[in-house]
């Protein structure tokens, strides 16, 4: 029997312990619980049809396009409210069979960040009551929003249709405060209000990792018994090993022998690629031979606070004199994103704040070590010293360390890479949606027995 968070290992100040935890902590209630059978799932600043690694597409977007879809192979339709950013969409797409993505017109098409959103949430709210009304009454079993603004959303929406709200953090305003990127700016006392009303609103919280429930319950004072952790997965399909790194390389263009740490991910303070540029810097200052066979790939666009310098990251390199070893790529697709990582010695990711670590998850399942920061989800994802090595702190000296190991002995890659792809197959998407509609059943189980009680 699996548990909840309250029952997990702790550690002082109320955090579960950094022990590697299984695959999902959930109440398992007696008796057969009913499943799901068709949710409301909010992103309003993110659309999941957008490109992982533009603007604001990330990690999340990954996360809900693969929810989605296992839901619906198991027996949950989802509908995937998110607002519309150009009018040539079609209202209405169907993403898989089970799985149908509707755009709600919300404030102007494009110019909006995500921090001018909250003044859309009203139009955004209005948008999906429209939709609602018209079905018969009880279309909507649950609603599930991520983020917290679709929190918001999610709030007055479960509670108009009686519904159970299941809600995401995804990231929060609190722990990326308390770790914020040197430049970087701080989350505004807004949503920190905003994501404490949705704590209190929601009748299940889920968390990425053990870490995270622990941060919901020290930060927002989330009730134990509502928190429930469900690791994300990874599309084990797409994300594999593919044949001899050498072939990888091959495709991209890319030399045979080099050395070649990748970051992938947003260009933004908070996922910290300068600390990868500043330890290459170190590694050629060390060995000046390296210039002639390392290549550092950068794959990912400027976002958040990122776009305020979008060429910051170009003119570091030419200050530390290594221009000629960064590569900057666009976001890509999955399967060419799947090659980039099966290209690389090993992912770099010195992020700040991380709820979980997709990026690593993905590189692993391509049999691709990881050099990541000790933070968030990330030792959940990375098994130090076995599928990759973490670092704490953010001091380039750190990651510069852990990437000479590769170098002195080449055959590293390779070894921990098997270890990395092993490793990953603990995070397959189908776990995660069973894990979900548990979730899902347990909410709705303790809504109608609130329903039934005489005394609500």
Request: aromatic share 6%; proline share 7%; charged share 20%.
């Amino acid at each position: 029997m699996s548990h909840y968070v309250s029952r997990l290992g702790q550690r002082r100040g109320g955090h579960p312990s950094r022990a590697h935890q299984p695959r999902s902590a959930l109440l398992r209630l007696p008796g057969a619980a009913r499943r799901v059978r068709r949710v409301a799932m909010l992103s309003v600043h993110t659309s999941p049809l957008h490109q992982p690694g533009t603007g604001d597409a990330g990690g999340m977007n990954v996360y809900i396009v693969e929810l989605a879809r296992q839901l619906a192979a198991q027996g949950t339709e989802v509908e995937i409210f998110t607002r519309a950013t150009t009018g040539a969409l079609e209202p209405t797409v169907e993403l898989v069979p089970g799985v149908l993505v509707r755009h709600i017109d919300a404030g102007p098409y494009e110019g909006l960040s995500k921090e001018e959103l909250p003044a859309q949430l009203c139009a955004f709210t209005h948008g999906v009551m429209q939709v609602w009304a018209g079905h018969r009454p009880g279309y909507y079993d649950l609603v599930h929003s991520h983020y917290w603004l679709s929190g918001h959303v999610g709030w007055l929406a479960a509670q108009r249709w009686g519904v159970p709200l299941v809600h995401a953090m995804h990231t929060m305003a609190k722990v990326k405060n308390a770790a914020l990127a040197e430049g970087d700016t701080p989350e505004p006392a807004a949503r920190v209000i905003g994501e404490t009303q949705i704590v209190r609103a929601a009748d299940r919280l889920i968390a990425n990792t053990a870490e995270e429930a622990g941060e919901l319950m020290h930060h927002y004072e989330a009730p134990a018994e509502r928190t429930a952790v469900v690791h994300p997965g990874v599309n084990l399909d797409r994300f594999r090993p593919s044949g001899a790194r050498s072939a990888a390389r091959a495709r991209l263009g890319l030399p045979p022998d080099a050395f070649i740490p990748l970051f992938a991910g947003r260009i933004q303070p908070l996922k910290a690629p300068d600390v990868l540029l500043r330890a290459a810097a170190l590694l050629v200052d060390e060995d000046p031979s390296l210039r002639g066979r390392m290549i550092v790939p950068v794959v990912g666009g400027p976002s958040g606070s990122g776009l305020a310098k979008p060429e910051g990251l170009q003119k570091l390199a030419a200050r530390l004199g290594i221009a000629d070893l960064v590569h900057f790529r666009p976001p890509v697709g999955q399967e060419q994103l799947a090659d980039w990582y099966r290209a690389a010695s090993v992912l770099v990711m010195p992020s700040y704040s991380e709820s979980f670590g997709l990026v690593a998850a993905e590189a692993q399942a391509c049999g691709t070590p990881v050099v990541a920061a000790a933070v968030g989800g990330l030792p959940v994802v990375v098994r130090d010293g076995t599928s990759g090595f973490l670092v704490e702190g953010h001091e380039p000296a750190g990651y510069a360390l852990a990437l000479r190991r590769f170098l002195d002995d080449p055959a590293l890659t390779d070894r921990l890479g098997d270890a990395a792809a092993a490793h990953a197959q603990n995070f397959g998407w189908g776990a995660a949606a069973e894990a979900t509609a548990e979730v899902y059943a347990a909410a709705s189980q303790e809504r109608r027995r609130r329903l039934r009680s005489p005394h609500g």
